[in-house]
């Protein structure tokens, strides 16, 4: 993924991250829920500081966000049966009586 962090840790510390371009904090926007995490992790990297002050920190939290998502998918997935399928398949009207 492309990163907005900087090539090194010194311009990393003074500079901060470049949000706008960076592929993994953009996911995070979509996929964590949490707002308040999200803008401190922007905070964060933006300034080169804190928990969140390298591109790693921000790829590991990403991995962990998305691992999340698809073992709750996963479970979701598993209570899905044939008849299940086959109910929600099931051609019907839309359509009701005003």
């Known amino acids: 993924?492309?990163?907005?962090?900087?090539?090194?840790?010194?311009?990393?510390e003074e500079l901060?991250?470049?949000l706008d371009v960076d592929v993994s904090y953009?996911?995070?926007r979509f996929f964590l829920e949490d707002d308040d995490?999200?803008?401190r992790i922007g905070r964060e990297?933006?300034?080169g500081s804190g928990e969140f002050w390298s591109t790693g920190a921000v790829k590991a939290k990403l991995v962990q966000?998305?691992?999340?998502?698809v073992a709750e998918h996963q479970e979701r997935r598993s209570k899905v049966?044939?008849?299940v399928v086959r109910k929600w398949m099931t051609e019907r009207c839309i359509v009701t009586s005003a």
């Not at 993924?1 to 990393?12: E, I, N, P, V, Y």
């Not at 966000?65 to 998502?69: D, R």
């Open 1 to 12: 993924a492309f990163s907005g962090g900087r090539d090194t840790k010194k311009l990393q």
């Open 16 to 18: 901060g991250a470049d």
């Open 26 to 28: 953009q996911w995070l």
């Open 37 to 39: 995490e999200l803008a």
């Open 45 to 47: 990297y933006g300034s």
């Open 65 to 69: 966000v998305l691992k999340e998502l």
């Open 81 to 83: 049966t044939e008849e």
